[in-house]
């Protein structure tokens, strides 16, 4: 690692943000290593898109600063940041009126950059689709083929971290399933170090190596998946647990 350069790729430091009376986001501090996968789960409402959205600037925080790998985000010129962060939403879709190579280029064109044909078949290829996508328009594709269009993009300008806030929450089980591994897989083989937002504890528990759980704008539990399955991380935290393990109960209860 060069001089400089620190091991943690983000730092939240006493982050807090209000929308009138609510307290979105009240005092977080954690700290991000740089190749890990860490889910942030919470109910709706606790925070998690506002915390994640003061990464790259979407919302400034009122007090406390974010640090990507060292540096202070609100130093950084917007498109320069935005591009060494990859953002897959759930809501912000795919632009209707262009094509998927044009969606998948618009992060490095924002910021100046124009990339090729050839790149573009090369992350399609990442998410498993082939190179005769790049012409369609984002109508002529699945939910889930969407999807891993909105992940393509997010990586085009070769992030060196991956936000996700709730990005397969629209799509069917087996899809989902599919598309998570496939982040995981991305995440280990492009050495990326990725924040999950979702809601699906048991998503959470399989795909992330820790799990923060947050509650009314603050980090209340912050625990590896087999801690929290063993009982780790406070009532809020175990709320969430307790939902998948009575389903993979009740689920046994059906075997002969
Ligand atoms: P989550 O992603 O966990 O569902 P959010 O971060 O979206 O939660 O929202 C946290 C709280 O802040 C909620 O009470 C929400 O209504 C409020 N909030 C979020 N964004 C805005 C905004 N732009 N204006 C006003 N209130 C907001
Ligand atoms: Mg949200």
């Given at each position: 690692?060069?001089?400089g350069e620190?091991d943690?790729?983000?730092?939240?430091?006493?982050?807090?943000?209000?929308?009138?009376s609510v307290?979105a986001?009240d005092d977080?501090?954690?700290?991000?290593?740089?190749?890990?996968f860490?889910?942030?789960v919470?109910a709706?409402?606790?925070?998690?898109?506002?915390?994640?959205?003061?990464?790259?600037?979407?919302?400034?925080?009122?007090?406390g600063?974010?640090?990507?790998?060292?540096?202070d985000?609100a130093?950084?010129?917007?498109?320069k940041?935005?591009?060494?962060?990859?953002?897959?939403?759930?809501?912000i879709?795919?632009?209707?009126h262009?094509?998927?190579a044009e969606?998948i280029?618009?992060i490095?064109?924002l910021?100046?950059?124009?990339?090729?044909?050839?790149r573009?078949?090369?992350?399609?290829?990442?998410?498993?689709l082939?190179?005769s996508?790049?012409?369609?328009?984002?109508?002529e594709?699945?939910?889930?083929?969407?999807?891993?269009?909105g992940?393509?993009?997010?990586?085009?300008?070769?992030?060196v971290?991956?936000l996700l806030?709730?990005?397969?929450g629209?799509?069917?089980?087996?899809t989902r399933?599919?598309?998570?591994?496939?982040?995981r897989?991305?995440?280990r083989?492009?050495?990326?170090?990725?924040?999950?937002?979702?809601?699906?504890?048991?998503?959470?528990?399989?795909l992330?190596?820790?799990?923060?759980v947050?509650d009314?704008?603050?980090?209340?539990?912050?625990?590896?998946?087999?801690a929290?399955?063993?009982g780790?991380g406070g009532?809020v935290?175990q709320g969430f647990?307790?939902?998948?393990?009575?389903?993979?109960?009740?689920?046994?209860e059906?075997?002969?």
């Amino acid at each position: 690692m060069a001089k400089g350069e620190t091991d943690t790729a983000l730092r939240f430091e006493g982050v807090s943000k209000r929308f009138g009376s609510v307290r979105a986001v009240d005092d977080v501090s954690i700290d991000i290593a740089r190749g890990s996968f860490v889910a942030l789960v919470g109910a709706s409402g606790s925070g998690k898109s506002t915390l994640m959205k003061t990464v790259n600037r979407l919302v400034v925080p009122d007090s406390g600063r974010v640090l990507l790998r060292g540096e202070d985000v609100a130093s950084l010129p917007p498109a320069k940041l935005r591009r060494r962060i990859g953002y897959v939403f759930q809501s912000i879709g795919l632009f209707p009126h262009m094509t998927v190579a044009e969606n998948i280029g618009i992060i490095p064109r924002l910021a100046g950059d124009r990339i090729g044909s050839d790149r573009i078949a090369e992350l399609l290829e990442l998410v498993e689709l082939d190179g005769s996508y790049a012409t369609r328009m984002p109508s002529e594709l699945s939910g889930g083929q969407r999807q891993r269009i909105g992940v393509a993009r997010a990586l085009a300008g070769d992030p060196v971290l991956l936000l996700l806030d709730e990005p397969f929450g629209a799509l069917d089980p087996v899809t989902r399933d599919q598309l998570g591994e496939r982040v995981r897989k991305l995440h280990r083989d492009l050495d990326l170090t990725s924040v999950m937002v979702t809601h699906d504890m048991a998503e959470a528990l399989l795909l992330a190596d820790r799990v923060l759980v947050m509650d009314g704008g603050r980090v209340v539990a912050d625990e590896e998946p087999r801690a929290l399955v063993n009982g780790a991380g406070g009532a809020v935290a175990q709320g969430f647990v307790a939902v998948p393990r009575a389903q993979a109960e009740r689920l046994a209860e059906l075997e002969i």
